[in-house]
């Protein structure tokens, strides 16, 4: 049988259907020629892709999420994916208006919409901030509000803004006078690993457990970012850097395992930490249709790996009446015995670890807040502990969270 063709008039007919699905003010009323996103997202579909037509509505809130008004330009980074790539993509630098992305639309092993990642950063002549959000392309036309949280921005101490970069605009405080900065390159990567706190391993009399790790297991790290003055430095004769924000958290990323990994052994009411390899990956950008010399930095978790011993841990909650979510095990139970971490609920503890990235003008510390969830990976199954052996000292052992979304696993021969 042929394919049946569309008439000019069914093809118009066919985008309007679409079109009238999309974000007010994308497509002319009368013409839906008129939006180029629709019109190629249709041709995809027409040629069997399964595309999304994404529109991102940026708004600028302070920290009482009040509205801000500014000069804002948006720069949009795409985070999917990031363990395979060598940086993120910046796939959109302008005005802050209606941001239309087209992105594929694809089923995981578990038949579940792949989620897709993107970072929003916004710059303007007073405020900059940045958000990290999430878009699952569940409908083939999405529109995504994302209040982006920005704080003042500093002006250098130091120097004087205006010196010329290759390629950036002249300050208008420039002058004939002024001493050339040459900066770094616009776009700069660097990666650095870090042993990082990641989970607590407890015990109690008569217990021995160790934390297994699997390849696609995933724990959630944050993504910090920064915004940076270049500036000529007439005292000090020489070009420098200068933070105009502090270090603040656009969001919590996954990074994925990438090896098979158990710890070892904890017994006999021990408890300590379990450190795992983290891969930070810096970026520096320019940002170019903002004011002159103006940057901003981005350190993102990629993935960890390994496992070594960190501090050992004071626990009150153990040995007494379980709360939370209870697993009860009866004398005799065979070992091993498994328990998921997880999935978690966000921000349960903020554990800390120091961070030190060192980068071309010196080193950046940060605080980087570990674990705010556990979530099924490609593996299909979060991180475990495992109970390796069990000298029964009562009828029935008791694990529990405490409230944790089984973060942290508690025990007790004391029944609730």
């Known amino acids: 049988m042929d394919r049946p063709v569309l008439s000019r008039r069914g093809l118009a007919i066919a985008l309007a259907a679409l079109a009238a699905l999309a974000v007010p003010g994308l497509v002319a009323a009368q013409n839906p020629l ?35 008004s500014d000069r804002f330009t948006v720069y949009v980074h795409n985070f999917t994916e990031y363990w395979r790539k060598p940086s993120s993509e910046r796939v959109y630098a302008g005005p802050l208006q209606p941001i239309p992305l087209r992105i594929w639309r694809l089923l995981n092993r578990f038949n579940e919409w792949v989620e897709h990642e993107y970072t929003i950063v916004l710059v303007g002549a007073r405020y900059f901030g940045a958000k990290l959000v999430r878009v699952k392309p569940e409908k083939p036309l999405l529109t995504v ?14 120097g004087r803004i205006g010196c010329a970069l290759p390629g950036a605009r002249a300050s208008s405080s420039a002058s004939s006078a002024c001493v050339p900065c040459s900066g ?38 944050d993504q910090r970012y920064r915004s940076l003055w270049l500036y000529y430095d007439y005292n000090a004769g020489t070009c420098c850097f200068e933070p105009a924000t502090d270090w603040q958290t656009s969001g919590s990323k996954p990074a994925m395992c990438g090896n098979d990994v158990n710890t070892g052994s904890l017994a006999d009411g ?29 350190l993102t978790p990629v993935d960890f790996g390994g496992a070594s011993w960190g501090d050992d841990i004071s626990c009150s909650l153990c040995g007494g009446k379980p709360t939370g979510g209870t697993y009860p095990y009866a004398r005799g139970t065979p070992t091993p015995i498994t328990i998921r971490l997880g999935p978690g609920i966000d921000q349960v503890e903020a554990w800390g670890a120091d961070v030190t990235v060192q980068v071309i003008y010196g080193p950046v510390t940060v605080t980087v807040h570990v674990w705010y969830k556990v979530d099924r990976g490609e593996a299909g199954e979060p991180p475990k502990l495992v109970i390796s052996r069990v000298n029964w000292q009562a009828d029935n052992l008791y694990a529990f969270d405490a409230g944790t979304g089984w973060k942290v696993v508690h025990f007790t021969w004391t029944p609730p």
């Open 34 to 68: 008129a939006s180029p996103e629709v019109y190629a997202l249709f041709l995809e579909w027409l040629e069997g892709k399964s595309k999304a037509l994404v529109t991102f509505r940026v708004s600028a809130v302070d920290g009482e999420e009040r509205p801000v």
């Open 145 to 158: 509000d994302v209040e982006v949280p920005v704080s003042e921005v500093k002006a250098p101490a130091g």
């Open 184 to 221: 770094p390159p616009y776009h700069d990567v660097r990666e650095t690993s870090q042993l990082t706190n990641a989970i607590q391993l407890h015990t109690i009399p008569g217990v021995e457990a160790y934390i297994s790790f699997k390849i696609g297991n995933y724990l959630y790290f």
């Open 270 to 298: 021990a408890k300590r930490w379990v450190k795992v390899g983290v891969t930070y990956r810096y970026e520096l950008w320019l940002a170019e249709q903002a004011p002159a010399y103006y940057y901003y930095e981005l």
